[in-house]
């Protein structure tokens, strides 16, 4: 196997100011050698994951990882950075720096030697070991595992008997056996305590780590636990549900296992295995600062009997939600997880509907149930049966919101009073604003009847039959009663807002809506005009179509400047960037805004506030022109089905070249060419210090 680091990619006096600027200098190294193919796409994919969760570590680590198809194998880069560098960690900056570049396809034999570097780094032996060490080669021969050469033996002399040695050899990176412990090097839960048989059973716990990437903190935090767990005599069985897969714990295991401890930032997998025991559940950062904590409070919710609400499980839309976020994030994370499982609904009633009137007319809603009526060779009797079929899709809308709102918060249990919820929101002309609101109490309905304390015999049809029967009750109660009529007043002023939108009013809305799709590029921002888009549609009318159309024109704009931009004046940009170009036609034309985040990473002050302006003229032209949109996504594969589909193309057209002008113009006064990149070759060590 190629060897993960070199000397070549280890700086031990690495002078950058920001985490950006060191990962940067660290994978210059690794493209130097040829490990990274195109740098600017690997530096995207790296603040990516940064911005799903910071990964910096108590104990002055900080690991920017990342999976990237510009890898062309699995490799570490090493440096450290005496100044310190923020990295986000609790208690301060970072010293060492550990880059890691896994393949988009590595197999699990690599990211298992990885993921054991991630065990290695919660080891103070080694830590203290690559600060100790005095040139590149001792580092990387430390990382390598290499137990025979001069390096190690400059390491190893002096250190007590039985302290573990650092390095990440291939054979301390077995694979998890069927309890979840590396190699069975620890004990797993059931297993019988050496000594007398009289003696105490010892406490047992099983865990799940996992985190977005799969390839470093879900170790981290294994190796925490089952540390700590030593530490106070506790038995652990942890299972990694990484990049490499996952093995499942024995099921013996689990049913013998006095509590859980839950360390994950995506979905568990299989989590209904835990359902019933005293549990944990907390982002797996907290597992990697934090264990002995852990471990003390879920045993001390065993002994007083209780199971208390679990985390929110990670849906696709919060994956990178972490501990500590905020109210107004988690919120945030929560609506988006019911905007994004509502979403394909609205694409598939929308565009159906769209087809519908452009086949039969703007009569075909009052053709009769093709049920009753339909000839195969009748054209209106087609286009009904578009209609017909997309209002069954848009019949789901407010329930799946409400429904999925709830499980962002609750996890599965939270579906039954967010459907029952949104249904009813329906049923009091609540509208969107008021499955966004069922979700929401659905969610804290069941998160309350979680905590309340119940006798162990019940714990197991908990989550069938009475969190969905009292949550059930209490939304019901609370919609049909409480917030259901005060809700659809406010939903039909909001409909009537949007529908009398005209002039000025609406031009200004197209402009901000623009100015928000493009700022951060489908982040928060951009986020909350998409979802004040898709809710319009849920009760669609003039106005509401309109911000749609709007919001689809602006989404498209950056990727499309960038384009152009790099078209007529491809000597601004770099290689790279030229090549991304190529690329953001496709991506921009399909309202794939995130097709510009390359060339924001690289120069955000030219590039944002460019794309911003061009969004914000496309925005307000498209509202001046009075365009329309049923569909929520599709960019210009949808134009023959938008309203005005001809002066919908030159808001996009002209919003594009504002933004290209414009980002022109200012990479012009920089007064300097991007430098030439190097195509990727192989070069000594040597060479690549002076890169």
Not at 78 to 98: E, V
Not at 596 to 602: D, G, V
Request: glycine residues 12%; hydrophobic residues 50%; negative net charge.
């Amino acid at each position: 196997m190629s060897e993960l680091i070199t000397a070549g990619l280890v700086d031990l006096d690495l002078s950058a100011g920001t985490k950006e600027a060191a990962a940067r200098s660290l994978a210059e190294r690794m493209r130097a050698l040829g490990r990274v193919t195109d740098l600017e796409g690997f530096l995207a994919d790296v603040a990516a994951r940064e911005a799903q969760m910071p990964t910096g570590l108590d104990g002055g680590i900080g690991i920017p990882h990342c999976r990237s198809e510009h890898v062309t194998r699995p490799t570490l880069a090493f440096g450290r950075a005496s100044a310190g560098i923020d990295f986000g960690a609790p208690d301060g900056p970072a010293d060492l720096i550990f880059l890691i570049a896994a393949p988009a396809g590595a197999d699990s034999d690599h990211l298992t030697i990885l993921s054991a570097l991630a065990r290695q780094l919660m080891d103070t032996e080694f830590t203290g070991a690559l600060r100790a060490a005095e040139s590149a080669e001792v580092v990387a021969a430390l990382l390598r595992g290499d137990d025979t050469s001069p390096a190690r033996e400059e390491v190893r002399a002096g250190q007590p008997a039985g302290v573990r040695e650092p390095g990440i050899a291939p054979e301390t990176a077995q694979a998890p056996d069927s309890s979840g412990t590396p190699g069975g090097d620890t004990p797993g839960v059931g297993e019988a305590a050496a000594g007398d048989a009289h003696e105490p059973q010892p406490f047992r716990l099983v865990a799940v780590t996992s985190c977005p990437t799969g390839i470093a903190h879900t170790y981290m935090a294994a190796e925490a636990l089952r540390r700590a767990a030593g530490d106070v005599g506790v038995e652990i069985a942890v299972e990694t549900q990484g990049s490499a897969g996952f093995t499942r714990l024995d099921p013996a295991v689990v049913a013998a296992a006095d509590g859980v401890i839950l360390a994950h930032d995506v979905e568990v997998r299989e989590r209904a295995r835990f359902a019933g025991k005293p549990t944990v559940d907390v982002g797996v950062k907290a597992g990697v600062n934090r264990p002995g904590e852990l471990i003390a409070e879920v045993r001390a919710l065993a002994a007083a009997g209780g199971v208390p609400a679990a985390r929110p499980a990670a849906a696709p839309m919060d994956a990178g939600a972490r501990a500590g976020d905020g109210f107004g994030t988690r919120l945030r994370t929560w609506l988006m997880t019911g905007v994004s499982y509502m979403v394909p609904f609205v694409a598939a009633g929308g565009l159906l509907i769209a087809l519908a009137f452009a086949v039969g007319g703007y009569q075909v809603n009052k053709a009769p149930s093709v049920a009753d009526h339909f000839l195969w060779t009748e054209s209106a009797s087609w286009a009904a049966l578009f209609f017909q079929t997309g209002g069954a899709a848009f019949a789901f809308l407010v329930p799946v919101l409400a429904g999925y709102i709830a499980y962002g918060m609750a996890d599965r249990p939270g579906l039954v009073p967010g459907f029952v919820g949104g249904s009813i929101a329906l049923t009091v002309n609540a509208g969107f604003l008021g499955g966004l609101i069922a979700g929401l109490l659905a969610g804290t309905a069941v998160l309350g009847v979680r905590r309340v304390t119940v006798p162990p015999a019940l714990r197991g049809i908990m989550p069938v039959v009475v969190i969905p029967l009292l949550s059930s009750a209490v939304v019901g109660f609370l919609m049909f009663l409480v917030v259901g009529k005060p809700v659809a007043a406010l939903q039909k002023a909001l409909t009537d807002w949007l529908g009398g939108l005209s002039g000025t009013n609406a031009v200004v809305l197209g402009a901000v809506l623009g100015l928000m799709m493009c700022f951060d590029l489908g982040g928060p921002l951009n986020k909350c005009a998409y979802t004040f888009a898709v809710g319009g549609l849920a009760d669609p009318n003039a106005g509401s179509l309109k911000v749609m159309a709007a919001v689809m024109a602006a989404g498209m704009v950056p990727p499309l400047a960038m384009a152009l931009a790099t078209a007529v004046r491809g000597r601004l940009f770099t290689r790279a960037e030229r090549e991304n170009g190529k690329a953001a036609w496709v991506l921009g034309a399909s309202f794939i805004t995130e097709g510009a985040i390359p060339f924001a990473a690289a120069d955000p002050l030219r590039v944002i506030p460019s794309a911003m302006a061009g969004g914000a003229v496309t925005g307000a032209l498209s509202m001046a022109f009075g365009c329309t949109l049923r569909a929520p996504h599709g960019g210009a594969f949808v134009v023959p089905l938008i309203g005005q589909p001809l002066l919908y193309l030159v808001a996009i057209a002209a919003g594009t070249a504002v933004g290209a002008a414009l980002v022109v113009l200012l990479k012009g006064l920089r007064g300097q060419e991007p430098e030439t990149e190097p195509q990727p070759e192989a070069t000594t060590p040597a060479a690549v210090a002076t890169a």
